[in-house]
């Protein structure tokens, strides 16, 4: 009976120790890793000329991805070089009939004065100085809408370069050469390196957790090496709240279900497992909560 009693005690001093140690600590199976994707579009109709990269590449940001064939875009480029030439042109000739028209109309309205010429002259040099501004203010806009154009051309000529917008491996790549696309035609994506681990907490959790905390993240895919992070920041918001159909609970029967907050985790170091941590990996991050800066 002694015996029965001392190992009911050690049995319940166990687990008062179990629990005094597992409420410092926090975790979530309900968690992936996530990254930046940059989605590859093409912005300019057109041939696909050359691809310079192949699946799962790593690429720097400002790396030729793809070029469509660019013949098209340099005529039209230089149909509009020619074009801002002929408006400057005839911006220049107006600029000089104005001038003229302004000399006269000003020793004309001066004879006016003097009485020299006649009230018809001076009509007529004043028609003449308006007709020379409107022409003028035309040859500008003329002029301006032909810059414009050119600018246009200049810049649908550099879509047809396709560069990386970040450093990133290449995935999910559907382009080849030859292949006649449209502009916003997905081609390929851009995945960022820099992966971190979203977990998606019970707002029940989130009493003592804070930014700064140690987190150990395991993660299924690597299941012999468990990882150190650190918690970055809490979402603004419980999942649903950024959902596309927000529940609305003002009307009908309510039913309390527990919401949850998604939580970003950085590593701080993946180390030689870089390659292997990629987005969309199960995990189970544990947060220690008796780390981190108190608020």
Known sequence: MIIGGVCAGVVLIGVLLYWLHARNFESTDDSYTTTHVHEISARVAGTVESVNIDDNQLVKAGQTLVVLDQRDFKVALEQARAQVFQRRAAAVQARANLDHAQSDYDRITKLSHEKVVS???????????????????????????????????????????????????????????????????????????????????????????????????????????????????????????????????????????????????????????????????SCEPKIDLRTGRPE
Not at 137 to 161: F, G, I, K, P, W
Not at 196 to 204: D, I, P, R, S, Y
Not at 224 to 241: E, I, M, R
């Open 119 to 281: 009230k018809q002259d001076l009509d007529n040099a004043t028609a003449a100085l308006r007709t020379g501004k409107g022409a003028m203010d035309a040859a500008t806009s003329d002029l301006v809408a032909a810059e414009a154009a050119l600018h246009n051309a200049e810049l649908q000529l550099s879509y047809t370069t396709i560069i990386a917008p970040a450093d990133g491996v290449i995935g999910k790549k559907t382009v080849e050469t030859g292949m006649r696309i449209q502009p916003g035609q997905a081609l390929m994506a851009v995945v960022e390196r820099n992966v971190w681990v979203l977990g998606n907490f019970k707002e029940t959790q989130l009493a003592r957790m804070r930014v700064g905390q140690h987190v150990d993240v395991k993660i299924d895919a690597i299941p012999d090496h468990k990882f150190s992070a650190h918690v970055d920041s809490l979402q603004p918001g419980t999942g649903s709240t950024f959902a596309l159909l927000p529940p609305d609970n003002a009307t009908g029967n309510f039913t309390k279900i527990v919401q949850r907050v998604p939580v970003k985790i950085v590593f701080d170091d993946v180390g030689k497992y870089r390659a292997r941590v990629v987005p969309g990996l």
